[in-house]
């Protein structure tokens, strides 16, 4: 069964960081591509940035560029999100994505 498991998130101040951890489990293989989206409340959900094991590419969103890291451990099915300079706009449920699954999200707040 395959299962995507959030980590990480929480209450932060602005300018704070936090990381978010994923684990897919049930897969028989390495997955390629993994990819972190995020919903914010009223909006809808958006691609925050995403990591070809095997090329080493990343895309983020313009708005995270600079900000956000993506990575991965290459002999797991698990990513990282390092999250630095955190402002209120990022306040959001994030998810986990891999070949058409998700996670059940892990909620983000960014607040004084």
């Known amino acids: 069964q395959v299962q995507l498991v959030e980590s990480g998130g929480g209450l932060v101040q602005p300018g704070g960081s936090l990381r978010l951890s994923c684990v897919a489990s049930g897969f028989s293989f390495v997955i390629d591509r993994m990819s972190w989206y995020r919903q914010a409340p009223g909006k809808e959900r958006e691609l925050v940035a995403s990591?070809?094991?095997?090329?080493?590419?990343?895309d983020y969103a313009d708005t995270v560029k600079g900000r956000f890291t993506i990575s991965r451990d290459n002999a797991k099915n698990e990513q990282y999100l390092q999250m630095n300079s955190l402002n209120a706009e990022d306040t959001a449920v994030y998810f986990c994505a891999a070949l058409g699954h998700w996670g059940q999200g892990t909620q983000v707040t960014v607040s004084s």
């Open positions: 990591l070809s094991r095997r090329s080493g590419s990343t």
